[in-house]
């Protein structure tokens, strides 16, 4: 890792030169970035400080180390970005066109442009046609098949785009930000390959360009590709393999990057984000909770990323935070695809489906191939028996992301509210692939092979066995485990799952009908096997409840004093009323 120095000075040219191309997505990125960096004690200010105020903890909680102030021996970085401004001539003209791109006219910026030819107006000339492309795009999509609605419509600037600057790169004329748009260009074309050789020629020249290092990550679909990747070592690579490790559900690994980057930018809100949403994939809600909530103290008008923590909040029935929160983002930027889903959550949690759907559905009018909204509407037809829209959401979500483990479980969900288990099982097994560690898919496939049509009991044990490795916080898996090898004539197995699940529920110091079954399992199983004084100990516990299970355990007491011939029989009276 470079020094802070180093990469701060990096950053505040970087930023200029994104910002002065129009990539403001890739500019913001990388000013969140350099602000992120952990000031100079010696320089602190009140003014250079505000906004990292209130990340010391989470900043404590993971970094463990401090980075080296200089490379590592033997490893090259690329130098600080300077690059060629050959725009003297050209000057008029590019600031005429960047005042029309960024009042979002991109035909007439471009036409502006069609005589220019130094690099930064040949790059802006062609980003603002291949914007101006999309635009109509979205626009014919409305107009033939409605906002929500499937369309055959394309970018038809792609194929003058793709021929220009396949020429260009030909002739070692474009530059790294010419490259950056020529994969996007392949990339929409379906050309993945060479979309990533050229993706990967940018990053390797430019590496602050965030928006080149996004597209390149939704290209490695497998690790292998990944792996086959030829990148030069910069920092800016440490946060393209983490985010990539974290999409290849490398959660673990994901962290560990993350945390390496923390030494540098101890005060990045985007990193403290990234750990936020690997731990929401690993189930750790307390600690996503404590993130989010650190995070919004220190940028209190924060949307990215907010319905996720709602996500959270919604799991853990925290009413009165959700509603917090959706009226903080109502109040902040209503019509972002995040804010919907967010009031749509809060809605659910209300039981008003209906008008949740309805927010779900605002979302996907702003950004159509928003995943989380279609998932969250699949769910809300799900709980309204609305099965045949409930799969049509999960269809779309799951072409919009084939990885999304969520939409595949949704999917088997609907179909076993059909009474379809063969269907049901076949998207539980492709959810549980992508999320092998999350308990509720395997109890989800278990009770399917548990059902009438199937009746496969023995792969039932073999998925509740893996949901009660998998942290199975429902406490579903031993129950089940004991109850199924009970029905198969296995009386060993099911009394040591039984006692398992007894020892959880009294460290848990859980009551309920699962302890009063699992104590009367155990009590005539000891019984049988003759461990007289195991029994009795069993029998005594159930004796404390009022229900029918305390005659029978009487009746044991009984049978047992009767059968030990060193004790006299005793009576009922003999027990406390």
């Not at 999350?438 to 893996?466: F, G, H, N, P, V």
């Amino acid at each position: 890792m470079s020094s802070k120095e180093s990469c701060r000075s990096e950053l505040r040219i970087a930023i200029r030169q994104l910002s002065d191309r129009c990539l403001h997505s890739a500019s913001k990125w990388a000013a969140e970035q350099l602000v992120g960096i952990e000031q100079d004690p010696a320089k602190f200010t009140p003014s250079n400080t505000r906004f990292q105020r209130g990340s010391s903890s989470i900043r404590r909680k993971y970094r463990t180390h401090e980075i080296s102030s200089t490379p590592i021996a033997g490893v090259s970085y690329v130098a600080t970005p300077v690059m060629e401004e050959d725009e003297l001539v050209d000057g008029d003209f590019y600031l005429l066109a960047k005042s029309y791109f960024d009042c979002r006219e991109y035909k007439r910026a471009a036409h502006v442009l069609r005589d220019q030819t130094g690099r930064k107006s040949l790059f802006l000339r062609c980003y603002a046609l291949y914007l101006a492309g999309e635009k109509r795009k979205e626009e014919e999509m409305i107009e033939l098949e409605g906002p929500l609605g499937k369309s055959d419509a394309a970018n038809h600037e792609l194929v003058s785009l793709e021929r220009e600057l396949s020429t260009l790169r030909k002739n070692g004329t474009i530059d790294p930000f010419g490259l950056y748009l020529y994969g996007l260009v392949l990339k929409q074309k379906g050309s993945e390959n060479l979309a990533r050789t050229v993706l990967v020629e940018s990053v390797n020249s430019y590496p602050w360009n965030w928006n080149a290092w996004t597209e390149l990550q939704s290209l490695c679909t497998t690790v292998d590709i990944l792996n086959s990747l030829n990148l030069n070592s910069h920092w800016m690579k440490d946060f393209f393999l983490a985010s990539a490790y974290q999409e290849l559900r490398m959660h673990n690994d994901s962290l560990s990057k993350y945390e390496y980057l923390l030494g540098t930018f101890g005060y990045s809100n985007y990193i403290q984000a990234q750990i936020a949403k690997a731990q929401y994939s690993l189930r750790e809600f307390d600690q996503v909770e404590a993130i989010f909530e650190e995070l919004l103290r220190n940028d209190p008008y924060r949307v990215e990323d907010m319905d996720m923590y709602s996500n959270v909040l919604y799991a853990k029935e925290c009413f009165s935070a959700l509603s917090y929160l959706a009226h903080r983002v109502f109040m902040t930027d209503k019509y972002r695809p995040e804010s919907c889903c967010i009031i749509g959550n809060y809605y659910s949690l209300k039981g008003q489906h209906e008008k949740s759907v309805m927010y779900f559905r605002r979302a996907l009018k702003l950004n159509k191939n928003y995943l989380s909204a279609w998932t969250l509407m699949g769910h809300e037809f799900v709980e309204m028996k609305n099965t045949p829209a409930a799969v049509d959401a999960y269809r779309r979500a799951v072409d919009i992301d084939p990885c999304d483990y969520r939409a595949w479980y949704g999917l088997g969900q609907a179909y076993e509210m059909m009474g379809m288990p063969f269907y049901a099982l076949h998207y539980f097994k492709k959810s549980v692939f992508l999320q092998p560690n999350d308990s509720r898919l395997w109890i989800a496939m278990a009770q399917c092979y548990e059902t009438d049509q199937l009746r496969m009991l023995d792969e039932a044990i073999k998925c509740y066995r893996r949901a009660a490795n998998c942290n199975d916080r429902e406490a579903i898996a031993l129950p089940q485990l004991a109850k199924l090898h009970a029905e198969l004539g296995r009386p060993e197995e099911a009394a040591f799952y039984y006692k398992k699940d007894l020892e959880r529920m009294e460290s848990e110091e859980r009551e309920g009908p699962n302890m009063v079954e699992a104590l009367l399992y155990l009590a005539k199983y000891y019984k049988a096997q003759k461990r007289f004084e195991e029994a009795e100990v069993y029998c005594t516990r159930l004796l404390d409840y009022t229900g029918p299970e305390r005659e029978t355990a009487k009746s044991l007491l009984r049978g047992m004093r009767t059968t030990q011939s060193s004790f006299p029989p005793m009576d009922a009276e003999h027990f406390p009323p």
